[in-house]
């Protein structure tokens, strides 16, 4: 698993107006290639009538998966350079589809290259951009006289608290980086005198907004 990867932040749409065309980007997030085909044609559906529906997704850690489609524009126009967005920005399990609604003047093979490339990139600006972060969620149990001190540390921690539980004892649920479980537990035993029992949880990804 990636320590960390940057993604869309989520289903979005951005419209610009290029030459009188309409270019309208559509973004998702996709975890497979059966998930990128099935948003793409729900757009096409959407936009039966448009001129095109042209789409570009990448997935997989390694970017084993990519694909671009030009959905009529002269060949290598469209797709390729939504695709090229994608990669420019680092993205990762992201899929685009631009529909165009031709506007009657024809751009040429540049001006296409450039509409659909800024086409994703505005877009991208406008829906977002997430980084997810791995981390490690500790499971810290402490009785009840160490709960202020505890808390009011963590919180001014590079630690952050997910949760707490109050049974017999109080249990914290921290996420931390997998490089840095033993700095913690250390930290964690220090601050309660050795009072406090330290458990691994699962691994999560965790997200943040991202600002190029």
Same mark, same amino acid.
């Given at each position: 698993? &990636? $320590?960390?990867?940057?993604? /869309?932040?989520?289903?979005? !749409?951005?419209?610009? /107006?290029?030459?009188?065309?309409?270019?309208?980007?559509? &973004? %998702?997030?996709?975890?497979?290639?059966?998930?990128?085909?099935?948003?793409? $044609? @729900? !757009?096409?559906?959407?936009?039966?009538?448009?001129?095109?529906?042209?789409?570009?997704?990448?997935?997989?850690?390694?970017?084993?998966?990519?694909?671009?489609?030009?959905?009529?524009?002269?060949?290598?126009?469209?797709?390729?350079?939504?695709?090229? #967005? &994608?990669?420019?920005?680092?993205?990762?399990?992201?899929?685009?589809? #631009?529909?165009?609604?031709?506007?009657?003047? @024809?751009?040429?093979?540049?001006? *296409?290259?450039?509409?659909?490339?800024?086409? /994703?990139?505005?877009?991208?600006? =406008? /829906?977002?951009?997430?980084?997810?972060?791995?981390?490690?969620?500790? =499971?810290?149990? #402490?009785?009840?006289?160490?709960?202020?001190?505890?808390?009011?540390? *963590?919180?001014?921690?590079?630690?952050?608290?997910?949760?707490? =539980?109050?049974?017999?004892?109080?249990?914290?649920? !921290?996420?931390?980086?997998?490089?840095?479980?033993?700095?913690?537990? $250390?930290?964690?035993?220090?601050?309660?005198?050795?009072?406090?029992? %330290?458990?691994?949880?699962? $691994?999560?990804?965790?997200?943040?907004?991202?600002?190029?």
């Amino acid at each position: 698993m &990636l $320590q960390s990867y940057l993604t /869309v932040s989520g289903e979005g !749409i951005y419209e610009i /107006v290029i030459e009188k065309s309409r270019f309208i980007c559509h &973004l %998702n997030r996709v975890n497979s290639e059966e998930e990128a085909q099935h948003f793409i $044609q @729900k !757009i096409k559906k959407q936009h039966w009538n448009a001129t095109h529906n042209c789409s570009a997704y990448l997935i997989g850690e390694n970017d084993q998966i990519q694909k671009a489609n030009d959905d009529g524009e002269p060949s290598g126009t469209a797709g390729i350079p939504m695709l090229e #967005v &994608l990669k420019k920005r680092k993205l990762k399990d992201t899929c685009a589809v #631009v529909t165009r609604y031709f506007g009657g003047i @024809k751009l040429g093979a540049g001006g *296409l290259i450039r509409a659909y490339g800024k086409s /994703v990139s505005e877009g991208l600006n =406008h /829906v977002g951009i997430t980084e997810r972060k791995l981390m490690r969620v500790m =499971h810290t149990k #402490v009785n009840y006289t160490w709960i202020g001190k505890l808390e009011n540390e *963590l919180r001014t921690s590079p630690y952050k608290l997910k949760n707490i =539980h109050y049974a017999d004892e109080v249990e914290f649920e !921290i996420y931390v980086k997998e490089s840095e479980k033993q700095s913690f537990t $250390q930290w964690i035993t220090e601050l309660t005198n050795g009072k406090s029992e %330290n458990k691994e949880g699962i $691994q999560i990804y965790l997200e943040e907004a991202f600002n190029n």
